[in-house]
């Protein structure tokens, strides 16, 4: 079997939804065909990723983490701070773009569907990126995939809705952002972000190389690991299932040794999840 065909029975066998392609091109170069032009080589990934998705859709996130500082994200005019591939992908290839603050994505139209279920905002709403008005829920809902297209497993933002889908992490904080959201009409917003974020000036990270190996002995991701190539394909639905699982038999599942050190004994003296008071 050839790489790309090998590649396209793991991406096929994950799910039968849409695919969320996280990407760092450079570790992916291997895939399509050198060339001198930016544009081309971006374009190649691009024509490459959606044979990949089997006409099921395409999702590239197109995040961009100011609005919690300049309280104003334009659908139109925000750039993808997650990449050469999806900034490309917003300005001269999508068919739609998600209004959510900072965990925005854009797509193709086969993918389109998806902001029926997620993505939307109106004026006045409280906007929480990882409930089950969020694209991350219609993934999970329409059994999408999640290849990780080069970058590391460490960039599955997936982990906050499984987080959420949880419970919501004893261990983060919920904060909230006012701003405005600029459609595509020019129509300003007025949304009040919810963020749920770690506590500050302390280690609180995760345990990501056990998780991957967890992960893959339990059949939820699938790694395609060749020169010049990084691939892990992630069922989202198996690792959603598989992680909030686990989190309800232990809620610190998650994290790696250091931050236990400093979340277990603090939650015992709290008696209660983390509030932003306890540390701003």
């Not at 068919?95 to 994505?105: G, I, Y």
Request: with cysteine; net charge negative; charged share 30%.
């Amino acid at each position: 079997m050839s790489e790309n065909n090998e590649l396209l029975e793991l991406v096929s066998s994950a799910g039968e939804g849409p695919v969320l392609f996280h990407s760092d091109i450079f570790k992916v170069m291997g895939l399509v065909g050198k060339s001198s032009s930016p544009k081309v080589l971006l374009n190649s990934h691009l024509n490459f990723i959606e044979k990949l998705s089997s006409g099921r859709g395409v999702v590239l996130p197109t995040f961009n983490y100011d609005f919690t500082k300049t309280k104003v994200y334009d659908v139109r005019e925000s750039e993808s701070q997650v990449g050469a591939l999806s900034d490309h992908a917003r300005r001269d290839w999508s068919e739609w773009r998600s209004l959510t603050p900072v965990f925005n994505f854009c797509g193709d139209k086969a993918s389109e569907s998806l902001l029926s279920k997620g993505g939307q905002v109106a004026d006045g709403q409280e906007v929480d990126p990882f409930d089950e008005a969020s694209l991350f829920n219609a993934l999970y809902e329409n059994d999408g995939v999640v290849v990780m297209y080069g970058a590391p497993f460490q960039s599955f933002t997936g982990i906050h809705y499984i987080e959420h889908r949880s419970g919501r992490p004893l261990y983060r904080y919920d904060k909230y952002f006012p701003g405005k959201v600029i459609d595509w009409d020019g129509k300003e917003n007025n949304v009040n972000f919810k963020y749920h974020v770690r506590p500050l000036n302390v280690h609180v990270d995760y345990r990501w190389r056990e998780l991957l190996d967890f992960s893959i002995s339990k059949g939820a991701v699938k790694e395609h690991i060749r020169p010049k190539v990084s691939v892990y394909v992630i069922s989202f639905r198996e690792i959603c299932d598989l992680w909030v699982s686990e989190l309800s038999n232990d809620p610190l599942f998650l994290l790696d040794e250091e931050s236990k050190k400093f979340v277990e004994p603090k939650l015992k003296e709290l008696g209660r999840r983390f509030k932003l008071e306890d540390f701003e």
